[in-house]
């Protein structure tokens, strides 16, 4: 029986008050904080997806577009994208909130990448995805050019056989 869910199913939130533990002397959040918290919220959405162990195979660039200052309410959104034999890419996007003055802004959006693995500690394969939003279509649609960028940046796949990312650049000419 070959498994696909939904990206629904492995929706993940959570939400964190930024504490003065949790600030840079400019009162922001520190970055390695907003890390931490958006791989545990990734990892879970994963484990959701999976209904295994996930190990953290790689984090694509975090931009901070917008300071989450000291008192603030932060609130991560996770779900897988889209799965590949034995990993998955989950987006992540991360809003704060400063509740007494009535403003929410987002600050974050992420790629991270999960392996499950059984038992033994070994990878091991995951159910497809499903998409059916049109948001969930577009992320599903580009997660190959994405995996195939990360592949090539880490050296596991040279850039000639990145047919994915090959058709964008014979598009632009």
Known sequence: MHLIKKPAESLTTMTELVLPNDTNGLNNLMGGRLMYWMDIVSAIAAQKHSNRLVVTASVDNITFAEPIGLGNVLTLRAHVTRAFSTSMEVYIEAWAEDIPNGRKVS?????????????????????EVSPETTEE???????LRRR??????????KPNDAAELKAIFDQAK
Do not use: C, H, Y
């Open 107 to 127: 600050t974050n959006k992420a790629f991270f990448t999960f392996v499950a693995l059984d038992k033994e500690g070994k990878p091991t394969q995951v159910p």
């Open 148 to 157: 195939q960028l990360r592949l090539i940046l880490a050296g596991r796949m």
């Open 137 to 143: 279509k577009a992320l599903f649609d580009s997660a």
